[in-house]
């Protein structure tokens, strides 16, 4: 098996894209930590190495012991997915509790900032080196109306990487922030839950459904192995966009 020797965690991967990864990196044997506030279930294939746990990516200290028991367990970790994200709330600003603005600041980034930090620690434990992933969205690109929230992190997420790509390239890590394309988990469905005055691009999200203009978590999952382990297939920028699958 092509990465069966790799050490990975995984955030959010109680379902959605992180369920998925988790599903994609198992059949390649790889040795995997899962979390998120819900311990994952362990993924479906032939032969899994797999610790999940329960951990909030707003609790630095679960973040840490977390990596301390996958390491302790299967070695130095490789690759480190910061994919729990959420999206709520989905507002108008003028109508937006603060404290849920904040709740949502919370995760995003400082959730990201978490995974992050542990991650570059501990690779500097073992001589630098590794890959770090951080999930964006095309969010960071362009202010949502109701999306407040959600773009203003997901563009934090992208200067967050480009800074810490730049800060641990000379330790040999590797930092991308990649924006998956739409997939559709339960995060897309409160999306199209979600009234036209509290979201008024709601339309194109049913557009989309209507069309099945969806990337798989297992595409998604793919790339991300690709992006991380294949030179061939190594992005020369931070910020990546995964393509279309449908296209
Ligand atoms: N779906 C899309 O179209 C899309 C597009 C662009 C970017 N993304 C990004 O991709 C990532 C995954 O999205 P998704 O669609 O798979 O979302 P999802 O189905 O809602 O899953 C989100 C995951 O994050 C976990 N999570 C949320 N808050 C957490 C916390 N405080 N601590 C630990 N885990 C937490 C959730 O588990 P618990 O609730 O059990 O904690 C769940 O496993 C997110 O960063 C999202 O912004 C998604």
């Known amino acids: ?61 679960a973040v840490q012991r977390f990596a301390n028991g996958i390491a302790a367990h299967y070695g ?15 507002n108008l600003m003028r109508d937006i509790d603060p404290a849920d603005f904040k709740r949502l600041l919370d995760i995003n980034i400082m959730g990201v900032m978490h995974g992050s930090q542990t991650f570059v620690r501990h690779r500097h434990q073992h001589g630098g080196g590794g890959v770090l992933i951080n999930m964006s969205s095309g969010a960071a690109q362009s202010g949502y109306p109701g999306w407040s929230a959600y773009c203003a992190s997901k563009a934090a997420v992208e200067r967050f990487s480009e800074a810490v790509a730049a800060e641990e390239a000379e330790y040999g890590l590797r930092v991308y922030a990649v924006a998956p394309g739409v997939v559709d988990t339960e995060m ?60």
């Open 1 to 61: 098996m092509q990465y069966s020797n790799k050490v990975a965690v995984i955030t959010g991967a109680s379902r959605g894209i992180g369920a998925g990864m988790a599903t994609v990196f198992a059949r390649h044997e790889m040795k995997l930590g899962i979390c998120a506030r819900r311990i994952p279930e362990m993924p479906v294939a032939p032969k899994v190495y797999c610790v999940a746990g329960a951990v909030d990516v707003t609790n630095a200290q």
């Open 76 to 90: 130095p970790i490789d690759l480190w997915v910061n994919n729990a994200g959420v999206l709520d709330p989905i």
């Open 188 to 247: 897309q469905a409160t999306i199209r839950s979600t009234p036209s005055e509290r979201f008024p691009f709601v339309e194109r999200f049913h557009q989309i459904k209507a069309n099945n203009q969806f990337n798989t978590e297992e595409f998604i999952a793919e790339h991300l192995l690709a992006y991380a382990f294949d030179p061939a297939r190594r992005p020369q920028t931070v910020v990546v966009r995964v393509p279309n699958q449908w296209e």
